[in-house]
């Protein structure tokens, strides 16, 4: 049977700008789209990778997060809504580019609330949202 690597022909030699090597062997790196149809709703559509996968010429690889964000915190804020808004308010282009996608406002979160207050906060929340829904609906 055929794998899925038989599928790209990803020959350095023959791109004009090939990425690193090293983008493809990390264990864990976000891939996004880097040209997309402005008149999508959504323009930042971003996945995370742990096979270690290569993808296109026409993506944006995000790897060792210089922040010290976690990968899957940056994959939730750059899939949601409200980045997307502002990407789009932003760059009217059809192209991606990663010095855009570093301009984005992502927040710094420092994660040492005790786990049994951040439940308890988490179901308070739940209840705002709750009582929010209830008036718009």
Known sequence: TRGYYEYLNYDRDKLIAPKEEIV????????????????????????????KLTSSQNT????????????TFLLAVLNATLLNWFFKALYTTTDIRCKFQAKLPIPSISFTTPKAERKKQVEAWKGEYRKAMEKII
Do not use: F, H
């Open 24 to 51: 493809w062997e990390v264990e864990e790196k976000i891939i996004t789209q880097g040209i997309r149809n402005i008149y999508l709703k959504d323009k930042l559509i971003a996945t995370i990778d742990r096979k």
């Open 60 to 71: 944006n690889v995000i790897y060792n997060p210089t922040a010290g964000y976690s990968l």
